[in-house]
C-alpha cells in the first residue's frame, strides 16, 4: 500500500531564505507527482506536476525535483516571502494514468517578515 | 486553468438532518469527478470517484448509504450527507478530472467546511 510522508511537518522561516520541503513515497511504481498549495480553510491548487519519466518541474520561484528509485521528491522555494505561508501537500499517482492520488499530511510553511 | 466550484462553502446542521454539497466545473467538462474528506492536520482521504452517468465507486470504509453522490452531468457532481452526525462534521473537497487530458491533472474545488451540531 502506497504511503506518502512530508517532513517537516511545520517549517518557520524568515523571509528570503530558500528552503526545500521533502515529499518520500513507499511504491516507486508511481504514474506521477503532484505538489499543491492548501491556504487555511481552502481547496488545494496546483503548483507542479511531474511524470514519472521526468527528473524536475519548475515554475516561477519553485522547482520540483523528482527521484522515482528512491521514492523521493523535493519542493524547493527560493526566495521566500511571507505570500508563501501555507500548507503545502504532495500526492502521488499510482496504478497507471487512472490510479488515485495519495498525499501525504502537508507540510505548514510559515514565512516571517 | 479549470475552475472547480463548490456550494456552500460552509454550512452548519442538527444532528440527523441530510447536507447535500455541489460540485461544479465551471470551464471544462469532467467525466470523473472525486470526494475527499480532510480532518484536520491530516491527509485528504478520498472517499469515492464518480463517473458521469454511473454509479459512484467508494472507497474501503465509506458508506455508500450515508454519503450518496450524484454525478448527473459532465460538470455537476452532488455529495448528500444522510442524517448527518457530529462526527462526520469535517471538511469536504471535490475534484475533476478534464475528459482526455494526458497527464490526467486534477483540479479542486475550494472545499465544504460541514459543522454537524
Known amino acids: 500500500k502506497q504511503e506518502v510522508t512530508q517532513i517537516p511537518a511545520a517549517l518557520s522561516v524568515p523571509e528570503g531564505e530558500n528552503l526545500v520541503l521533502n515529499c518520500s513515497f513507499t511504491?516507486?511504481?508511481?504514474?506521477?507527482l503532484q505538489w499543491f498549495r492548501q491556504d487555511p480553510g481552502k481547496g488545494l491548487t496546483s503548483l507542479l506536476l511531474?511524470?514519472?519519466?521526468?527528473r524536475e518541474q519548475t515554475s516561477g520561484r519553485l522547482n520540483a525535483s523528482l527521484d522515482k528509485s528512491s521514492g523521493r521528491s523535493t519542493l524547493y522555494i527560493a526566495a521566500s516571502q511571507p505570500g508563501d505561508s501555507a500548507t503545502y501537500l504532495c500526492?502521488?499517482?499510482?496504478?497507471?494514468?487512472?490510479?488515485?492520488?495519495?498525499f501525504g499530511k502537508g507540510t505548514k510553511l510559515s514565512v516571517k517578515p | 486553468g479549470a475552475v472547480v466550484s463548490q456550494h456552500p462553502s460552509r454550512v452548519i446542521c442538527k444532528s440527523g438532518t441530510s447536507v447535500k454539497i455541489e460540485c461544479r466545473s465551471l470551464?471544462?467538462?469532467?467525466?470523473?469527478m472525486f470526494w475527499y474528506r480532510q480532518f484536520p492536520k491530516q491527509s485528504l482521504m478520498l472517499m469515492a470517484t464518480?463517473?458521469?452517468?454511473?454509479?459512484?465507486?467508494?472507497e474501503q470504509g465509506v458508506e455508500k448509504d450515508k454519503f450518496l453522490i450524484n454525478h448527473a452531468s459532465l460538470t455537476l457532481s452532488t455529495l448528500t450527507v444522510t442524517s448527518a452526525h457530529p462526527e462526520d462534521s469535517s471538511f469536504y473537497i471535490c475534484?475533476?478530472?478534464?475528459?482526455?487530458?494526458?497527464?490526467?491533472?486534477?483540479?479542486f474545488g475550494p472545499g465544504t467546511r460541514l459543522t454537524v451540531l
Open positions: 511504491d516507486s511504481a508511481i504514474y506521477n
Open positions: 470551464d471544462f467538462q469532467a467525466t470523473t
Open positions: 475534484s475533476a478530472k478534464i475528459s482526455g487530458r494526458v497527464y490526467n491533472e486534477q483540479f
Open positions: 464518480s463517473n458521469e452517468g454511473s454509479k459512484a465507486t467508494y
Open positions: 511531474i511524470q514519472s519519466s521526468q
Open positions: 500526492a502521488v499517482r499510482g496504478g497507471g494514468s487512472q490510479g488515485n492520488l495519495i
